[in-house]
């Protein structure tokens, strides 16, 4: 079984300095990986996916995140930090589909990331 | 500009009590899921369709059922709501294939109390 583990329950970070969430998954197949964020009180939302086109894959917002075979990792990161990247961000594994299977999404624990003035 | 709607957005329930937590999207997607949230413990997918008349088990089915009529809509059912059962719950859609973005509804707040 796939899965993915989130470094970190809580990052807090001062407004400017750099982000890194550190994501790490296990897998036996070339994974699919993504990074959602979810707002106070809202749903979650694609930051971005890997698709093994490149290995540094940019999303919104200035976020990216670099897909690293050999340490099995996929770490977020962002230069700046604003405070309004305040918010949960999890780390995503899915499944490769078969039959009547699909991509079952297998989430992290998530990173609550506080952004001080 | 709908996306995925979830209703109710909060409720409480008393232990014993059963309900259903809607769930419709206007996207034409095959693919639906529900995922509870519970703090340190990410998102736990209950129980998902691959489309009309298909339903699956997810990590935690216990006390929930679900059934797909329709492409839109995906209910949950709590069947006789248990405290353990406090969470969030998210439903999700997606067009189906493995590497495409999920989309998730606002969440419904379900306290058992």
């Known amino acids: 079984a796939q899965s993915v583990t989130q470094l970190g329950s809580h990052v807090s970070v001062s407004e400017g300095a750099l982000v890194l969430l550190r994501c790490n998954y296990s897998?036996?197949?070339?994974?699919?990986l993504f990074w959602y964020v979810q707002y106070p009180n809202q749903g979650l939302q694609l930051l971005l996916k890997?698709?093994?086109?490149?290995?540094l894959v940019k999303g919104i917002n200035g976020f990216e995140a670099e897909f690293k075979k050999s340490e099995t990792s996929f770490h977020l990161t962002k230069p700046s930090a604003h405070m309004s990247d305040a918010a949960e961000y999890f780390c995503?594994?899915?499944?490769?589909?078969?039959?009547?299977?699909?991509?079952?999404?297998?989430f992290g624990q998530g990173t609550i990331l506080t952004v001080h003035p | 500009n709908a996306g995925v709607t979830q209703t109710p957005k909060f409720q409480v329930l008393k232990t014993g009590q059963s309900m259903t937590l809607q769930c419709a999207q206007d996207?034409?997607?095959?693919?639906m899921s529900w995922y509870r949230q519970d703090p340190g413990m990410g998102l736990r997918l209950i129980h998902y369709?691959?489309?009309?008349?298909?339903?699956d088990q997810g990590e935690v089915p216990n006390g929930y059922n679900v059934s797909r009529s329709t492409t839109e809509d995906f209910p949950l059912r709590l069947l006789s709501a248990a405290p353990s059962q406090t969470s969030v719950y998210f439903c999700?859609?997606?067009?189906?294939?493995?590497?495409?973005?999920?989309?998730f509804g606002q969440g419904t707040r379900l306290t058992v109390v």
């Open positions: 995503a594994v899915s499944d490769h589909a078969g039959g009547t299977s699909y991509g079952k999404l297998t």
């Open positions: 897998s036996s197949v070339p994974p699919y």
């Open positions: 999700a859609s997606s067009r189906g294939t493995v590497n495409t973005e999920a989309f």
């Open positions: 996207m034409n997607h095959e693919y």
């Open positions: 369709s691959v489309g009309a008349g298909i339903t």
């Open positions: 890997y698709t093994s086109a490149a290995t």
